[in-house]
């Protein structure tokens, strides 16, 4: 597998890079975060990126994408991850959009994806709840037959982005048993919607989540994504490339947060002379260095998968995430380390990278999680 970028894809990773260091610092994302922001981060920015078309990177031309491949999506997460940027791109895209393109029906796809590329229409998928852990599968929302449609009622929990989403993707259980994976159907859920609360959650890394909570909601027919009692399938795929593409973002904060750190041990002086040349640090520094290029590695292998449509993509999704959520907490924890009594500080930048390392390292499953599935996945 060719694991390096293309001269196109190149060129797509600098002009994120411009747009992110010309656009947003980690001075914005403090003030956000000090200002108690409702939603935790700027509609007009988001609204940049779906001019330059990042929005419909992976969604077809007939409704407005640009029919390219996840791997050129991944370079615009990593660059968003290099500056912490909160702006909903993966929620919106990699959950919201690719649900309903992947089983939204015709009519669906049509109302909805044009708005979602054009960055007028905000969309998330909300899984998780109080007793489901990482098991997607875990749904005891429930959804009741009501004539010709349907009531829902349930809690979700830790939902990205799901204050200021005009749409909700939620599974619910329309057969069997909570933790069967047949059973579940995905309903879309107009926030405004009577019977609909959400509720803004405060994460250490202050990104926007939201406690859903849907007492007697009402839904049509038309309002399903997929065949009734057929979500689960399309659950776990659209799962498997958020994971991917949270690796993605996860990989760009740990280089810039290795980065940070490199800089640091090179202008450090101490007894005299730079620390960056104790022996010590040198071999911290350079177990950092190879953490993250291992992670660089299963990052781009899992993309290239997806690109690929290949049957790996689940046990590729697994190695990246747990390999991203180890040597996130490692290198964020050595940055504050080497950094010395200053990085233990608020006001410096590196606990904006080790707070993100915490939240991102169980968003979707932790390390240890994604190990166990993995060897689920080859029959142990």
Known sequence: MDLVLTEEQDLLQQTAREFVTKNSSLRRIRALRDGHDPVGYSRELYG????????????????????LGYTELMVILEELG??????????TVLLGGSTIATAGSPAQRKALLPALINGELLVTLATQEPHSRYNPFHVETSAARDGSGWVLNGTKIQVPDGVGADRLIVPARTRGDVADRAGITLFLVDTKASGVSVERQWRI?????ALVRLEGVRVGEADA??????????LGAVI???????CAEMLGSMTAALEMTLDYLKTRVQFGVVIG???????????????????????FAAHKA????SPEVARLASIAKARCSDAFVLIGNEGVQMHGGIGMTDEHDMGFFIKRARAAEVTFGDAAYHRNRFAELQGY
């Not at 997806?306 to 449509?309: E, G, I, Q, Y």
């Open 225 to 234: 994504i997929g065949a009734v009692d057929a979500g689960g399938d399309t």
């Open 82 to 91: 290099r500056g912490l940027l909160p702006e909903p791109l993966l929620s």
């Open 48 to 67: 940049e990126m779906a001019k330059l078309g990042w929005l419909g990177i992976t969604f077809p031309e007939e409704y407005g994408g640009l029919a």
């Open 306 to 309: 997806l690109d690929k449509k």
């Open 240 to 246: 498997d490339q958020a994971t991917i593409g949270v």
């Open 277 to 299: 040349t104790f022996q010590a640090l040198k071999h911290r520094a350079a177990n950092m260095y190879i953490e993250t290029e291992l992670a660089r590695s299963a990052v």
């Open 205 to 209: 890394d202050a990104r926007n989540t």
